[in-house]
């Protein structure tokens, strides 16, 4: 949760600054555009790769419960 928040918070602060620059610089909003999407993409890839999962049912490295008949 608090990782959640964290990048939430984190894009309502730096976000629109970037996307001012961004279409400042180039007189564009197009520009704006693809840096909020490269901004997306980037924290999601870095929480896919440097995070783990810890909800049990849904660990990989726990494998699941035999059915009982």
Known sequence: M???RFWRDLGYAIGGL???L???LTGLAEPAFWFVAGSM???GGLLFWLSEETHPRLDPADPPEPAEA
């Open 2 to 4: 608090g990782i959640y």
């Open 22 to 24: 961004a279409a400042s």
């Open 41 to 43: 993409f980037l924290s």
């Open 18 to 20: 970037g996307l001012g």
